[in-house]
């Protein structure tokens, strides 16, 4: 896709994710920059990324990244940990260059790793991910770069985001997974005073979660860590504010049938969404 071709005038902030778990990132998005245009796009179709191979996240995020970018977004946010942490670098070293050098593609997990600090008391660790986020080792490699002396213990969690996706996360069946994963990992650490939610669809299952883990146990989703980072990298890039629509709409876009989409989003977003069905 030559320069050319994209469009140069100021877009709607691109929000990316295999599905819905994207969702919980716009939220916290929408909040902090409330007059900002949003796109956001979910790969349903394809969904979920995590047991997926470093090629086919690598190839399907790329695809939904020119997408978006060929709709006139600048900035594309992947809200989702397994791009982020198999795609995202590739995105940006190679494909960024060749695309469009001025545009951006940001992650979800250094803005994360950076927060963590903040939580923990005793850097003990604990991380619940997709497979592909959790083999990837993102999160080891960041937080070992970041702190030393923090021990990082990670769940990968085979069957949490199919939950999500197959709207059962309210569920009874997805007690039984969140359980014997969280129980796993504190066995791995039973001192672990912080968990990271590695995946942008596991806030979904929020209330499982609290009630499967030790009291006092703090909990990080993405959600207000994301935008709060992007509020920051905004200010800091007057430029890339100045490429962003201000109009306050979100189009929400999936690559599966549009009326269970919108059905789950309304839900969640608390107002009514029509979303549309697209092709990549
Ligand atoms: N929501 C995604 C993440 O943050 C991916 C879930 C999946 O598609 O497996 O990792």
Redesign the pocket.
């Known amino acids: 896709m030559p320069d050319n071709l994209l469009p140069s005038a100021p877009g709607p902030i691109g929000v990316f ?3 819905y ?2 969702l919980t990132i716009l939220h916290s998005l929408q909040r902090s920059l409330p007059d900002a245009d949003f796109m956001y796009l979910g790969d349903n179709a394809r ?4 047991s997926r191979s470093f090629a086919t996240v690598y190839r399907f995020t790329l695809e939904a990244v020119e997408y978006l970018f060929r709709q006139g977004c600048h900035l594309v946010i992947l809200a ?3 791009a982020s942490s198999k795609a995202l670098r590739s995105i940006q070293q190679r494909d960024l260059p060749r695309l469009d050098a001025s545009r951006r593609v940001l992650g979800v997990i250094r803005p994360t790793v950076e927060a963590v600090g903040e939580y923990s008391r005793n850097g003990h660790i604990g991380l619940v ?2 497979p592909g ?1 959790v083999a990837s080792q993102s999160y080891d490699i960041e937080i070992a770069k970041a702190y030393s002396g923090f021990r990082l213990s990670s769940r990968a969690c085979k069957l949490w ?1 199919a939950l999500v996706e197959a709207r059962e996360a309210d569920g009874p069946g997805a007690d039984y997974f969140v359980r014997s994963d969280l129980e796993a990992l504190f066995a791995e650490d039973a001192e672990i005073d912080s968990l990271i939610l590695g ?3 596991y806030p979904l299952l929020l209330d499982k979660i609290r009630k499967y883990i030790p009291q006092g146990v703090e909990v990080l989703s993405q959600g207000d860590i994301v935008a709060a980072s992007l509020v920051d990298y905004l200010r800091r890039h007057p430029d890339m504010d100045a490429r962003i629509t201000r109009g306050g709409s979100t189009r929400y876009l999936t690559t599966e049938e549009a009326s269970a989409f919108s059905e789950l989003a309304t839900m969640f977003m608390g107002h009514p969404v029509k979303a549309e069905k697209i092709e990549l």
Do not use: E, R, V
């Not at 969904?47 to 995590?50: E, L, N, Q, R, S």
């Open positions: 994710d295999s599905g778990g994207g969904a979920p990324y995590g989702c940990n397994t991910g997709t986020t985001a995946c942008t669809h």
